[in-house]
């Protein structure tokens, strides 16, 4: 089974700060990958899908980037409500892998 | 507007059965494929099961084969995940997703809490 590994698991930033979140595969999976924004008590939302696609209504200051086994998630400006849970996913038509997830804190 | 709305999640005995319900509109349910994912309280989240959109293909993740049976009723565009043999450590909120363009879920239900506990 593929793993997906992601760094930091914790981030403290402040706001206009540029954020990178990181996520390793532990084999290649092309642009199979998505990122999705968690806050507390809510469904998942979807960000960023095909590694570097962004999902519609999805503000441009987030970005995703990479392929094969490592990827990135940069948002350029960091805004209040950008403060939540980060998870990194490889999908294909066969399983779903999540990463174990970034906390973005506020400084 | 596509919405997702779970239902039947509640406290069962370990061992005991539950079966939840997704029921949607706004979209074209017979052809889009439909997963379940869920998060054990304080931690990441975790895919459970899917159900392809045109053949109905399932597929398990191996922590729930052979216990859950996710399924569909197309006349009613609702999912369905029947849960049996239920143990502690399927406690989780357990939300349904809708496959999006990208290939990955771009719609989420708000979630139904199961706590598996005697």
């Known amino acids: 089974d593929i793993q997906m590994t992601q760094s930091p698991s914790t981030l403290s930033a402040s706001v206009g700060d540029r954020v990178t979140i990181t996520c390793r595969a532990s084999?290649?999976?092309?642009?199979?990958l998505a990122w999705f924004q968690q806050k507390p008590g809510k469904a998942p939302k979807l960000l960023i899908y095909k590694a570097s696609s962004l999902e519609s209504g999805v503000p441009s200051r987030f970005s995703g980037s990479g392929s094969g086994t490592e990827f990135t998630l940069t948002i350029s400006s960091l805004q209040p409500d950008d403060f939540a849970t980060y998870y990194c996913?490889?999908?294909?038509?066969?399983?779903?892998?999540f990463g174990q997830g970034t906390k973005v804190e506020i400084k | 507007e596509v919405h997702l709305l779970e239902s039947g999640g509640g406290l069962v005995q370990p061992g005991g059965s539950l079966r939840l319900s997704c029921t949607t509109s706004?979209?074209?349910?017979?052809?889009?494929?439909m997963s379940w994912v869920r998060q054990a309280p304080g931690k990441g989240l975790e895919w459970v099961s899917a159900i392809g959109g045109g053949d109905g293909r399932t597929l398990y993740a191996d922590s729930v084969k052979g216990r859950f049976t996710i399924s569909r009723d197309v006349s009613k565009s609702t999912l369905y995940l029947q849960m049996n043999s239920l143990r502690a450590e399927d406690t989780a909120v357990y939300y349904c997703?809708?496959?999006?363009?990208?290939?990955?879920?771009?719609?989420w239900g708000q979630g139904t809490l199961v706590t598996v506990s005697s």
């Open positions: 084999q290649s999976i092309s642009n199979w």
């Open positions: 996913q490889h999908y294909n038509s066969d399983s779903n892998t």
């Open positions: 706004g979209f074209i349910f017979s052809t889009n494929a």
């Open positions: 997703a809708k496959d999006g363009a990208g290939g990955t879920w771009d719609y």
